[in-house]
C-alpha cells in the first residue's frame, strides 16, 4: 500500500513512519486515534488517485486541515489514510468585479484575509483560531466566529465547491453565479458535512468590501444576566453589530493571569461590541449601544485608536488558550463548548450554566458570541482523575439538556466529530436517519471519515 502511494505523490509526501503517524493521531480534542498512513497531497488528482485506492481497499479516508478542530473529526479513530491538505495552500484567483476568490482547502484563514486587504476586500467569517484554522476545515465543519451577527456564517459565502467523491470521481456542487435554484443544493449539503461524503480540493467563496469605519465598544456588567439582557435589547433596538461577544468572570481572570497589564474590566461579565459601515453611522450605532448598556447597568468604554482595538481583540482570542491559567497544573479540554440558542433565552442559559457549574464543583469559563446565541465553554480538569472526568459528563448532559429544551443546538459552528455524534440521533430523531441515507448513497462503503457525525 505505501509503495502505492508513494507512485502518486512521491516517496516525501507518503508515510508510515510511526513518528509521523504520532503527529496525527490527534486534533485540538482529547480523542486519539492511530492513522496506517499519511499522505501529503498537492493537487485534486492526487487526491483523487489516493481515494480510488483507499476505495479499491476499503480503506478509511481521513481529510485533515490545520487539526484546529475541537470535537475529533479530523482524528482517525477508525485507522485509515490521513490526508493531510495544508500543501493545498493556493489562492487561485481573486476576482474583484464578482466579489469572489477561488482557494485551495489548506489555506489558513488569516493569511488569506491578509491578501484579500491589499485588494479592499475581506472574507467575513472570522473564527478565534485565524492564525491557525484552513479554509477546508471551516467549510468543512460549517464554522463562523466573530462576525457572524452581521454576515453570517460560512455557508452564506460558499457559491461553489470542488469535491473528491468517495469513489475518486471530481465534481462541482455550484456555479460562479451569486445565485442558483437548480436541484439540490449541494454546496450546502457539503458545508458541515465534515469530511463524511467526500473531500473539499477546491472552494469558490463570496468576499465583501472593507467597511470604510470601524468602532468597538467594551461593557462591564455587575451581573451576568444584565449583560444577556444588554444583548437581546440592542438586538430588538435594531442594531446590528458585526461582532458582539461575551466573556464571563472566569474568562477575564483567565486573561489576566496570563496577562496582568491586559486592561480588562471587573464584574460578572464583559461583552465587546464591533460595529462597521460608513462613519456616520457607526458613530451613531456605537452611542446607541453604550446607552443601551447602561441603561442595563453597564460601564461602557469606546476604543480610541487601533492599538487598543487590538488590544481588546487579542483579550478575547486569548480566551480558549488560557483557561487552564485558573487551575495551574490542568488542561483545557472542551465539552459542552459550542451550544447555540434563540436570543431571548440567552440571559436563562448564562445563569443555567453558571449553577449547573457551582452544582457539580467544576469551574466553567463561559465566552462566545452571544449576538447570534453562540456560547462557549471550558473547562480545566487533571486528564488522569476518573472523578473529574465524571463530572465534565454530568456538567456536559445537564447542558446539552437545557440548551435543546428551549429549542436550541449541541453545535453553532464547531462540528459534532466524534464528541457530540453519540447526541445526533437526539437532536434530529428520524432526521439523522435521513443524514444516514444520503452518507450510505454517496458513501456506500463508508470509507469517507467514519465514527463522525454519529455514523
Known amino acids: ?9 512521491g516517496k516525501d509526501r507518503a508515510s508510515c513512519d510511526e513518528a509521523e503517524l ?24 492526487e487526491v483523487s488517485a489516493v481515494v480510488r485506492l483507499a476505495a479499491a481497499h476499503r480503506i478509511p479516508i481521513v481529510p485533515r486541515g490545520s487539526a484546529s478542530g475541537l470535537t475529533g473529526g ?35 484563514h488569516g493569511h488569506l ?13 472570522d473564527p478565534g483560531s485565524s492564525e491557525m484554522c484552513s479554509l477546508g476545515g471551516l467549510i468543512g465543519n460549517g464554522g463562523s466566529g466573530m462576525h457572524s451577527v452581521k454576515y453570517g456564517t460560512v455557508k452564506d459565502y460558499v457559491l461553489d465547491l470542488e469535491v473528491v467523491l468517495p469513489d475518486g470521481e471530481i465534481i462541482h456542487t455550484g456555479c460562479k453565479a451569486p445565485k442558483t435554484s437548480a436541484g439540490y443544493d449541494l454546496t450546502r449539503l457539503y458545508v458541515g458535512s465534515e469530511g463524511t461524503l467526500g473531500v473539499i480540493t477546491k472552494a469558490r467563496l463570496r468576499i465583501c468590501p472593507v467597511p470604510e469605519k470601524k468602532s468597538v465598544i467594551t461593557a462591564a456588567f455587575a451581573r451576568l444576566e444584565d449583560a444577556g439582557t444588554a444583548a437581546v435589547e440592542i438586538l430588538k433596538a435594531g442594531v446590528t453589530p458585526a461582532a458582539m461577544e461575551i466573556m464571563d468572570a472566569s474568562a477575564i481572570r483567565a486573561v489576566k493571569k496570563y496577562q496582568p497589564e491586559m486592561e480588562v474590566p471587573e464584574g460578572e461579565a464583559m461583552l465587546i461590541f464591533e460595529v462597521d459601515g460608513y462613519e456616520e453611522s457607526t458613530l451613531r450605532e456605537a452611542a446607541l449601544i453604550s446607552d443601551i448598556c447602561r441603561r442595563c447597568d453597564g460601564t461602557t468604554t469606546i476604543a480610541k485608536d487601533s492599538a487598543e482595538v487590538e488590544k481588546i481583540w487579542t483579550t478575547r482570542r486569548l480566551v480558549s488558550v488560557v483557561i487552564s491559567r485558573l487551575n495551574p497544573g ?24 453558571r449553577q449547573i457549574s457551582e452544582k457539580h464543583g467544576l469551574e466553567l469559563v463561559v465566552f462566545g458570541h452571544i449576538g447570534d446565541g453562540d456560547l462557549h ?17 454530568a456538567v456536559k ?15 453553532g459552528e464547531h ?11 437526539r437532536i434530529y430523531g428520524r432526521g439523522h436517519e435521513i443524514m444516514r441515507a444520503i452518507k450510505n448513497a454517496v458513501d456506500p462503503l463508508n470509507i469517507m471519515n467514519p465514527g463522525k457525525m454519529g455514523f
Open 22 to 45: 504520532y503527529c496525527y493521531s490527534f486534533d485540538s480534542s482529547y480523542v486519539r486515534g492511530k492513522a496506517d498512513y499519511v499522505v501529503r497531497p498537492r493537487a485534486a488528482e
Open 1 to 9: 500500500m505505501l509503495s502505492e502511494l508513494q507512485e502518486i505523490v
Open 330 to 353: 490542568k488542561v483545557a479540554i472542551y465539552e459542552a463548548e459550542d451550544i447555540g440558542m434563540p436570543i431571548k433565552d440567552v440571559p436563562l442559559m448564562l445563569r443555567k450554566i
Open 397 to 411: 448532559d445537564e447542558i446539552y439538556d437545557a440548551v435543546l429544551q428551549v429549542g436550541g443546538t449541541l453545535s
Open 415 to 425: 462540528g459534532i466529530g466524534v464528541i457530540r455524534g453519540d447526541y445526533m440521533p
Open 377 to 393: 465553554t471550558g473547562i480545566a480538569i487533571d486528564l488522569l482523575d476518573e472523578a473529574e472526568w465524571k463530572k465534565v459528563h
Open 113 to 125: 484575509n491578509r491578501e484579500l486587504e491589499k485588494h479592499g476586500f475581506f472574507f467575513p467569517p
Open 74 to 108: 479530523a482524528v482517525p479513530v477508525n485507522g485509515g489514510i490521513v490526508l493531510d491538505m495544508t500543501g493545498m495552500n493556493r489562492i487561485l484567483e481573486i476576482d474583484v468585479e464578482n466579489m469572489q476568490v477561488v482557494v485551495e482547502p489548506g489555506i489558513v
